[in-house]
């Protein structure tokens, strides 16, 4: 499985920005594909994550309602898009994927991408 994110950048408090993690070689072992993120002297936090053959999704309270996760299943590919983004949401996204029993986890997830910077400014 491997797994390539795109799509992050700068853009304004109150802004919105869409990222992208084309995951190819997913197998059926793959239970869910989400997101993380990570800012310098801080332990990987989870972001939403997708069940995949289902499409169930879960979110990080922080993000609840200003997140949306979404999939195009023949392109492989899970969207996040954000919107009403906070500089607090200023960190590197780490796109995974695995078969976990626990999806909010980081050590559950087998398979990462090389992470896209999103920068929010005040």
């Known amino acids: 499985v491997q797994l390539q994110a795109s799509g992050g950048g700068l853009v304004q408090a109150g802004g919105s920005l869409r990222i992208s993690c084309v995951a190819s070689?997913?197998?059926?072992?793959?239970?869910?594909v989400g997101w993380f993120r990570q800012t310098p002297g801080k332990e990987r936090e989870f972001v939403a994550t997708?069940?995949?053959?289902?499409?169930?999704?879960h979110y990080q309270d922080a993000v609840w309602g200003r997140f949306t996760l979404s999939r195009n299943s023949a392109k492989n590919t899970l969207y996040l898009q954000m919107n009403s983004l906070k500089p607090e949401d200023t960190a590197v996204y780490y796109c995974a994927a695995g078969s976990t029993l626990f999806p909010r986890r980081s050590s559950e997830y087998q398979y990462w991408g090389q992470g896209t910077l999103v920068t929010v400014s005040s």
């Open positions: 070689g997913l197998t059926s072992s793959v239970g869910y």
């Open positions: 997708m069940e995949w053959s289902q499409g169930l999704t």
